[in-house]
């Protein structure tokens, strides 16, 4: 009965010591990517804040590189380019397109901020 209860207590431990090391390695690296992806749109840019109400969207205009950074309760939005097919985004989603960007917040509940980042 012994062996059991101390093999389940290092079978326990084995899963449990990984987990503050991952969780530290994902915000690390979280904040990483988002910092280098903001820098995708050059020295020169022009900065737009939105925010999407619920089942509501929003077109823009864009031509050149372009960061959408969404953050908030909800980090999920749709997006249409030149009124092409749906394209989820979570986060964030670098592009280099010319025309217009439609931002829609499927959310029936929360409303969601979108950053967006032009190249000037």
Do not use: C, H
């Amino acid at each position: 009965m012994l062996i059991v209860v101390q093999s389940f207590q290092l079978f326990t431990l084995i899963l449990i010591i990984p987990l503050p090391i991952l969780t530290y390695l994902w915000f690390k690296y979280y904040n990483v990517l988002i910092n280098e992806g903001m820098k995708y749109a050059g020295d020169k840019y022009v900065e737009e804040e939105i925010i999407l109400l619920p089942t509501s969207s929003k077109t823009v205009k864009i031509s050149g590189k372009t960061v959408i950074l969404v953050y908030g309760v909800n980090p999920w939005i749709t997006i249409r380019i030149n009124g092409g097919a749906k394209q989820k985004v979570f986060k964030i989603r670098l592009l280099n397109q010319i025309g217009e960007l439609e931002l829609i917040n499927e959310s029936k509940v929360f409303q969601v901020k979108v950053k967006l980042r032009y190249s000037a």
